[in-house]
């Protein structure tokens, strides 16, 4: 490129989805402590996490770090594939479609992988446990993970979306950045007015909140588009919003929770 550094796309699709990560939960944490809609208070998040957003910090970034390999070596196996199919220009429904069903793909394999890893005692005493130290979530701790579990669910899960839709380095740009936007969304702890994420998606910030207490660690396992699977197997977890006194809103289970 003339004037310019050229950048591919498989570099694209590897390092936006991370930019995009921090510049967006970078957003919530500017807007500040916004008491009137948080679903928790400021002094619950400091007093019932059980860790410290220094430590978050740095197991996000190593998640990111894997992911960022296995993306890199993905291209590169894939990279005869995706030079023929940049030949071609896809039409809209074509892409349409290959979104669609990265997004089913994804959905199906984090459902099952994350039920699995609560209902397996050792995988959630010494994998799953990490993520639910944060029982009250916030923005930037949404990849918090242990990192087998950031491979097993986010960056594996990921890879299958990108090969079974079959979409380009291009359109995976988009499909990841999104898929980051929406799950730093799910776990920023705020239920914010006009919110279209709360709008267009049933799995939000208030739905996913229930999961992360503790009488819901067996229900809304769905992540992070739809909540289809909670549905039809039996998880789903339906809540109502309160206004809490004080401000803000908690969101509480409308019926009754469970043990097994």
Known sequence: MKGGIEVSDELLGTFAPIAVYWIYSGIYVLLGSLDNYRLHTKKDEDEKNLVSKKDVIKGVLLQQAVQAVVASLLYAVTGSDNEAAQGQQASLIVLGRQLFVAMVVLDTWQYFMHRYMHHNK??????????????????????????????????????????????????????????????????????????????????????????????GTKYNFSQPFFVTWDRILGTYMPYSLEKRTGGGFEARPTKECKEN
């Open 122 to 215: 050792f995988l959630y005493r010494h994998v799953h446990s990490q993520h639910h130290r944060l029982v009250v979530p916030y923005a930037f701790g949404a990849l918090y993970n242990h990192p087998l579990e950031g491979l097993i669910l986010d960056t594996v899960g990921g890879a299958l979306a990108f090969l079974l839709s079959g979409m380009s380095p291009r359109a995976s740009i988009f499909f990841f950045s999104f898929a980051t936007i929406k799950t730093v969304d799910d776990h920023c702890g705020l239920w914010l007015p006009g919110n279209l994420f709360h709008i267009f998606f049933g799995n939000n910030s208030a739905y996913h909140d229930i999961h992360h207490q503790l009488y």
